[in-house]
């Protein structure tokens, strides 16, 4: 689907603010509301505004440590088993296949140091893991979504 400068902008200021009224959304990228919920239901329709989401700080969910484990499997490891076992780790919140001397590159977010290393054990023994090379997150000086305005 092509998408203008006017879907753009639609897409930008609901990046910001998903809970937008449509009169204000429509007055921010100058259509009228029927136009601007039109436009809003196009691009859910075809895929291009894929949903809407609650940000909810794992702060607030007792998830204070961030950590990052590149983890390299074992050569006789089931990668398909490997990656359904992340699933049902509460701690993984994402998980990236790489290129390079890592197979993944693991999000985790812990209670504390207690949790993160029995997390590491887990990998090791249970997961076919073979090696793993964690780095804890001190801060995130620069975070954002893409910004659909932007090419």
């Given amino acids: 689907m092509d998408i203008d400068d006017i879907d753009r902008r ?3 200021v ?3 603010d998903g809970r937008i009224t449509w009169l204000r959304l429509a007055d921010e990228v100058g259509l009228s509301p029927s136009a601007a919920t039109d436009r809003v239901r196009r691009l ?10 609650a940000v909810i700080p794992p702060e607030q969910l007792g998830r204070p440590l961030e950590a990052r484990i590149a983890a390299t499997l074992r050569p006789d490891a089931d990668r398909r ?3 359904t076992a992340l699933g049902d780790e509460p701690a993984v919140v994402d998980a990236a296949h790489l290129t390079g001397p890592h197979d993944y590159e693991l999000t985790v977010r812990c209670v504390d140091a207690d949790e993160l290393d029995a997390l590491l054990i887990r990998l090791k023994e249970q997961h076919h893991v073979e090696r793993t090379d964690t780095r804890i997150v001190l801060a995130h000086p620069v975070q954002r979504d893409l910004d659909p305005e932007r090419r």
């Fill in 81 to 83: 088993r490997f990656i």
């Fill in 44 to 53: 859910e329709r075809t895929g291009v505004l894929a949903g809407y989401r």
């Fill in 14 to 16: 609901l990046s910001h």
């Fill in 10 to 12: 639609i897409l930008g």
